[in-house]
């Protein structure tokens, strides 16, 4: 134990940071005399978050939110990866179509959200539509840098071999572009939470993101914090699923550079 403390000693850091920060919080709150339409105490969020999850209201919206979230990252993943792929492998569509997919990633999704909740209502398809498109460029980037960073003697072997060009690509530059796939998937992932809690905000009948709204206007603080523990309880829940992942399945490589949104 000793040893295993030695050569990791941020493990009991962790949770002591966590510790002192939350007391100091409760203190000053307390000492201060804080106002909780301000800056509420951790009991009360604690309260907050344990009485939602007691009456099943944070669970109806937390699956809400997780099917937006899953479903747009599983569009962006997809979309991404056949998009790079074919980007990568033809010179002419990566120059034709790659800078109206640059200027599209461009745009302030959050401008671009009522948009989508107009052509495509205030349901969980507009939400979903929103995820996809936060979370589909860093998936798309990092398949084409993944799939253009192979080295050339490899190239050079398939060649000498005969191999065509689908058989190149299965053999070498897709296993070689896995570790920089991940690791787009892994923000997108994230990212996709994000766009999920952009569409609720905009305009939703449900979910996390409306939740936050809810609390907002009634000025309950401390159900806003309790939302916002929530979510970042699903981001990194979500993150480390990915990660997990991606060590099990590409545990001989890991990506020398990940490109973001």
Avoid: C
Avoid at 63 to 85: N, P, R
Avoid at 133 to 146: D, E, H, Q, T, Y
Avoid at 230 to 248: E, F, I, P, T
């Amino acid at each position: 134990m000793i040893d295993y403390l030695r050569e990791r000693p941020h493990v009991p850091l962790i949770p002591l940071v966590f510790v002192v920060f939350v007391l100091g919080w409760e203190w000053i709150v307390r000492a201060w005399q804080i106002q909780a339409f301000i800056l509420p105490a951790p009991s009360m969020i604690w309260a907050a978050l344990a009485g939602g999850l007691k009456s099943q209201l944070f669970i109806a919206h937390f699956w809400v939110t997780l099917s937006e979230t899953l479903a747009g990252f599983g569009i962006a993943a997809v979309t991404g990866i056949v998009l790079g792929a074919v980007v990568s492998q033809f010179r002419i569509v990566e120059k034709t179509f790659y800078p109206y997919l640059v200027a599209l990633q461009t745009l302030p999704k959050i401008a671009v959200a009522p948009l989508i909740i107009v052509w495509f209502g205030f349901g969980i398809t507009s939400k979903i539509v929103i995820a996809a498109m936060v979370a589909f460029f860093p998936v798309l980037v990092n398949v084409i840098v993944g799939l253009k960073t192979v080295d050339q003697a490899k190239l050079d072997l398939m060649r000498s071999l005969n191999a065509t060009r689908w058989q190149t690509f299965r053999m070498v530059q897709f296993p070689n572009a896995l570790p920089f796939v991940f690791a787009g998937l892994d923000i997108a992932i994230v990212f996709s939470v994000l766009g999920a809690i952009v569409g609720e905000f905009v305009g939703a009948q449900q979910g996390l993101g409306n939740l936050i709204l809810q609390y907002n206007f009634a000025l309950d603080i401390a159900g806003v914090f309790a939302v916002l523990i929530l979510l970042a309880g699903l981001g990194v829940s979500l993150h480390l699923v990915m990660q997990a992942l991606q060590k099990r399945l590409i545990f001989w490589a890991e990506p020398e550079e990940v490109i973001g949104a």
